[in-house]
């Protein structure tokens, strides 16, 4: 049995070599030769005409009263200079603003978590901290990458973005085993390791598709980053070749086909386990989670600017069309909650049987929770947790309503009433450090009975009401596309008075964030390139076309909720 050395001179031996993934030296080499140089200089992170894509309008002035540097953000947007390109280690220039002192040290931290296979880069560590056991931080994430992989787009370096889409396709196509049970060919794996084996003198990529996970759940979300941060690099390089590619069309149409399947259910979201996704642990987020189905929405949209116009090419974008359509009015109908809508269903009729029933699920007005009431303000709205028949979760969970707003998920009108909800209750959601993971947290007997008394997600803390600093870059672009860059300047600034002197944590504890998370690593990659992802696209608003979608008009439904959608 050779022994494997990985990234820190750790010696290990595979016990199972069924799940290691061995690339030969000439696989995919023709996919593996250099990206085209790019003139970076003079060409924006997206195309000419996808200016007019940017659900954008420049906000009106007195958003920047109380910023003398601001009011130069959004001044001639539509011919903003893009500075030239730059190694990761000395980023471009700022221009808008005067450089913040942690921007370098981030830029520093995130060149030191790259990880290398056969001298190219191909990801970054989930986090470098040193004075804690490493399980599974030493290894690449599909869905931690991402806010990395735009940071080094945003700053001109396409290279390390390509050879990790081609490793984690090249990692999709291998036979996928849990115990006796073989996994859908559309899979991509939730992370994977390199590993070094010094008698063959050779480097092993290790995945995990779920079987060394928590619960041992797959990764639902991974396909649809995967899509997303395609579509990403295809915007910001202008490089269309990568996603024409074979190898990368039969990618997408593996994950599409995964996510059109049909079956018993009677909606369009799709049904997933609980930890399929940023939360990974049992939470009370199984069936119809807003997180993975605004990640489905977008992930469908950024498809069908990828896939060929080919027979086959078109045979799934007609399905998709499909999708999207029935998906879309099953969010914005069922899924949006303000204050009319909570009034509705505090007044709802049960056992009700006909075609015509106005309590489609059958919820229960009982299984209201007290707090949604003082929560939800008089103008504002938001996506809720999870619809199902008779449950409905009324947590916030901050990533789906944020991806539901880049998508155009929601509607202008919904996405203006987010930011609403947000500014109205900023203390509860932001506080002193960015940003709330879901809202409220589970207590008690709740927490017992949901988590199954889970020592890691006690109250206010990491996935149960814990504050993630990753999810500024989420929030940055709503607010930037939704005309609130003050609310994320807000953000930013409470961002830059702590995390890096707290060296950079994964998560926050308690109702503020004030603290500290319990188990939280330092050094967490994707905080740092969260920061700087949030700080850039405040900068140069053009960046926000890559991760962005405009509103399709054909989606829209015909429906009247409350006036909070009229801002």
């Not at 990533?399 to 996405?415: F, H, K, R």
Request: hydrophobic residues 40%.
């Amino acid at each position: 049995m050779s022994p494997v050395v990985d990234g820190n001179g750790n010696v290990k031996h595979n016990e199972s070599s069924s799940s290691i993934f061995e690339i030969g030296e000439s696989d995919l080499s023709r996919l593996l030769e250099r990206p085209k140089a790019v003139n970076i200089e003079r060409k924006r992170s997206f195309d000419e005409r996808s200016i007019s894509e940017l659900s954008i309008s420049s906000p009106p002035r007195h958003f920047y009263k109380n910023s003398e540097n601001s009011s130069r953000v959004f001044d001639n947007f539509g011919s903003i200079h893009s500075p030239g390109r730059s190694g990761v280690s000395t980023p471009r220039s700022f221009y808008c603003m005067e450089t913040h002192p942690i921007v370098a040290e981030a830029w520093e931290a995130l060149q030191r978590s790259i990880v290398h296979f056969r001298e190219q880069p191909v990801g970054t560590l989930a986090a470098l901290d040193n004075s804690t056991e490493e399980l599974n931080y030493d290894q690449v994430f599909v869905r931690d990458f991402v806010p990395s992989a735009l940071a080094f787009l945003m700053n001109g370096e396409p290279e390390i973005v390509k050879n990790f889409l081609l490793k984690t396709l090249r990692l999709q196509s291998w036979e996928k085993k849990v115990d006796n049970f073989t996994l859908g060919a559309g899979v991509m794996p939730a992370s994977f390791k390199v590993l070094h084996d010094p008698v063959r003198n050779n480097e092993t990529i290790i995945a995990d598709f779920g079987e060394c996970a928590i619960g041992r759940v797959a990764p639902v979300d991974s396909g649809f980053w995967w899509i997303i941060l395609l579509r990403a690099y295809t915007k910001s390089t202008g490089d269309n070749t990568l996603a024409e590619m074979p190898e990368f069309q039969r990618g997408i149409k593996l994950i599409l086909a995964l996510c059109l399947s049909e079956g018993y259910d009677t909606f369009p979201t799709l049904l997933c386990a609980d930890g399929c996704s940023m939360i990974d642990r049992r939470m009370g987020v199984y069936g119809y989670p807003i997180e993975i189905q605004a990640l489905f929405f977008m992930a469908l949209r950024c498809a069908l600017h990828l896939l060929k116009n080919d027979e086959e090419g078109k045979d799934f974008s007609d399905r998709v069309v499909k999708r999207l359509h029935a998906l879309s009015y099953h969010m914005r109908s069922y899924f949006w909650l303000d204050i009319k809508q909570l009034n509705d269903i505090y007044r709802y009729k049960t056992e009700e049987y006909s075609h015509t029933a106005v309590n489609k699920f059958n919820v229960m007005p009982d299984s209201l929770p007290d707090w949604v009431f003082d929560f939800m303000p008089t103008r504002g709205g938001y996506f809720i947790g999870n619809v199902s028949p008779a449950r409905m979760d009324f947590r916030w969970f901050c990533l789906g309503n944020c991806v539901a707003i880049l998508s155009s998920l929601a509607t202008p009108e919904q996405a203006s009433a987010i930011m609403d909800l947000i500014e109205s209750r900023w203390d509860e959601l932001v506080g002193e450090m960015p940003l709330k993971i879901c809202y409220p947290s589970m207590e008690t007997h709740e927490w017992r009975i949901v988590t199954g008394c889970d020592p890691k997600n006690t109250s206010w803390s990491y996935h149960n009401g814990g504050s993630w600093p990753v999810l500024l870059w989420l929030l940055t672009a709503a607010c930037i596309k939704s005309g609130r860059p003050q609310l994320a300047r807000r953000a930013i600034e409470l961002v830059e008075a702590r995390l890096s002197k707290d060296h950079w944590p994964e998560y926050y504890d308690g109702k503020l964030g004030r603290y500290m998370g319990k188990q939280a690593r330092k050094y967490q990659t994707w905080s740092i390139a969260g920061y700087l992802v949030a700080k850039m696209m405040l900068e140069d608003p053009s960046h926000l076309g890559m991760i962005s979608l405009e509103e399709d008009k054909q989606m829209k439904p015909h429906i009247k909720r409350s006036a909070s959608w009229m801002c």
